[in-house]
C-alpha cells in the first residue's frame, strides 16, 4: 500500500493515532491474505449488497446527446449507493481487528445509511456523526440511520456539514480507540485509509472493464464520475487508469459560482494543504484556514479532496472539470425523464457536464458512474422549486 501519492497523502495526526493506524496497516495486511474473511465478504457483496451492479446501457439519453452512455448502476446496490461496499468490508475488517463498536460520519447520509445497514447485519454498534445542515435538507436518510439502530449525533458547531462530522467523528475516536473501529466513507483521512477505501471501492472497476468488453469488445473511450472526497471515482477509474487510452473525468461541485465560498471544488480552485490528517488539493483563504463551501449535494460539500485525486490531477491522468448547481439539476431531470432513473444529486453533476459539454463526447463511448439513487435528494429538489415549475408543465399540457 502506499503511504504517499506523490507528495499527497502521509499521517499528520496526533501520537496517539499513531500506533492505532499502525494496527490497522498492518491487520488490513493480514485480512486481505485471510481466506475466510475474503469469502464473508465475497458472499455479503453478492448475496446481500446485490453485486455485481448492471451496465446499463442508456439508449434514449445517449440518443439525445448524440452519443453511447453506459452507466454503472452503483444506484441499485442494496441502500441506494456504492458506499456498501466499503462499509461491509470495513466493518467485517474491523470485527477481524476484534473492534465492537463504529463511528462514522456522513454528509448526504448514504455513508451513514450503508454504515448502519452493515452495522446492524454484522451486530456492531454503531455511532453516526452528521452536521446540522445536512441533516435537516437529508432527513429521509437520517431516519433511515435511526430504524437501522445507528446513533446520529447531530453536530451544530463549525460548517455543519461534512468537514465538521468527520471532525467529532475523529475526537470520539481518540477518545475510543482499544474498542473503536474509525469507518471513513471516502479516500480521504490519514495513510491508511485512502488505500483501504479504494481497495474495497475497487469492486466498481473490475466489474465495469469487464462488462463493458463482453458488451461492446473493447473499452470505452472515456469514464466519468463525481468527485467530493472521491471515493466512487476511484472505484471505477482503478479498473481503467491502466488503459492510457480511456480518457478518465472527475467532476466538482462547481456550486453557484467559482467565487470563494460558493462552490466545492477543490482540485479545480484549491491548493496543498493539510486536513484531516493528510496532504491533498484544499480550498483555503489567503490566511491558510480552510474556506467555506457549498454545493447543491451534501456529498459533495466538502473542502478537500483524497490525496490521490491530487496526484492524478498532478500527473495529468484524470482531467478534472467542475459542473455548477444549475447544470447538475438539468442533468437530475434528464436522467429521470428519458431513462426512468432518478440520479443521486451527487452524480447529476456528471450528467450536467455530459450535456453541457456534449459537442466533446460525440459519437464517444462513456461510462458514467451513477455513485448513488436521487430519492434521498427529493426534499431539496422540492425545495427549490422545481416541483411547481413541473406541475405548471402539466397543468399546461
Known amino acids: 500500500m502506499k503511504r504517499y501519492f506523490g507528495i499527497y497523502g502521509g499521517q499528520f495526526v496526533s501520537e496517539t493515532l499513531i500506533r492505532v493506524l499502525k494496527e490497522l496497516e498492518e491487520a488490513f495486511r493480514e485480512f486481505k491474505k485471510d481466506k475466510k474473511a475474503n469469502e464473508e465478504l465475497k458472499n455479503y457483496l453478492k448475496n446481500y449488497a446485490g453485486r455485481p451492479t448492471p451496465l446499463y446501457f442508456a439508449k ?25 461496499n466499503n462499509t461491509l468490508g470495513q466493518i467485517i475488517l474491523a470485527k477481524f481487528m476484534g473492534k465492537k463498536r463504529i463511528v462514522a460520519e456522513t454528509g448526504a447520509g448514504q455513508h451513514g445509511v450503508a454504515t448502519a445497514t452493515a452495522a446492524a447485519l454484522l451486530g456492531m454498534e454503531c455511532v453516526v456523526y452528521m452536521g446540522k445542515k445536512d441533516a ?52 480521504v483521512g490519514p495513510y491508511p485509509f485512502p488505500s483501504i477505501v479504494a481497495y474495497f471501492q475497487s469492486v466498481i472497476g473490475k466489474e465495469a472493464k469487464r462488462q463493458i468488453l463482453k458488451m461492446e469488445g473493447a473499452l470505452p473511450d472515456s469514464v466519468i464520475a463525481c468527485v467530493g472526497g472521491g471515493s466512487n471515482a476511484i472505484g471505477i477509474f ?39 490528517g ?42 478534472y472539470d467542475v459542473c455548477f ?8 431531470k434528464l436522467l429521470s425523464r428519458l431513462e426512468g432513473i432518478i440520479p443521486a444529486l451527487e452524480s447529476s453533476h456528471v450528467l450536467g457536464y455530459l450535456i453541457k459539454n456534449k459537442h466533446k463526447f460525440q459519437n464517444k463511448t462513456i461510462i458514467v458512474n451513477l455513485s448513488g ?21 402539466l397543468v399546461n399540457l
Open 60 to 84: 434514449n439519453l445517449s440518443s439525445s446527446l448524440n452519443t453511447r452512455i453506459f452507466i454503472k448502476r452503483e444506484d441499485l446496490l442494496h441502500s441506494g449507493a456504492h458506499k456498501l
Open 136 to 187: 435537516e435538507r437529508q432527513r429521509p436518510n437520517l431516519l433511515r440511520m435511526k430504524l437501522l439502530g445507528a446513533e446520529v449525533r447531530i453536530v451544530n458547531k463549525g460548517s455543519m456539514t461534512l468537514k465538521s462530522a468527520i471532525n467529532e467523528a475523529l475526537r470520539d475516536w481518540v477518545k475510543n480507540v482499544k474498542t473503536t473501529h474509525y469507518l471513513i466513507g471516502s479516500v
Open 238 to 276: 482503478s479498473g481503467f487508469i491502466n488503459d492510457k487510452n480511456v480518457e478518465l473525468y472527475g467532476i466538482e461541485a462547481g456550486g453557484e459560482s467559482l467565487e470563494l465560498g460558493k462552490h466545492s471544488a477543490a482540485l479545480t480552485k484549491g491548493r496543498v494543504g493539510i486536513l484531516h
Open 278 to 319: 493528510a496532504i491533498s488539493y484544499l480550498l483555503q483563504d489567503e490566511f491558510g484556514q480552510i474556506s467555506k463551501v457549498h454545493s447543491i449535494s451534501a456529498g459533495l460539500d466538502y473542502p478537500g479532496v483524497g490525496p490521490q485525486h491530487s496526484y492524478l490531477k498532478d500527473t495529468g491522468r484524470v482531467k
Open 325 to 332: 448547481d444549475k447544470e447538475a439539476i438539468e442533468g437530475f
Open 373 to 393: 439513487r436521487g430519492d434521498k435528494d427529493l426534499p431539496i429538489i422540492e425545495n427549490i422549486g422545481l416541483f411547481d415549475d413541473i406541475n405548471k408543465q
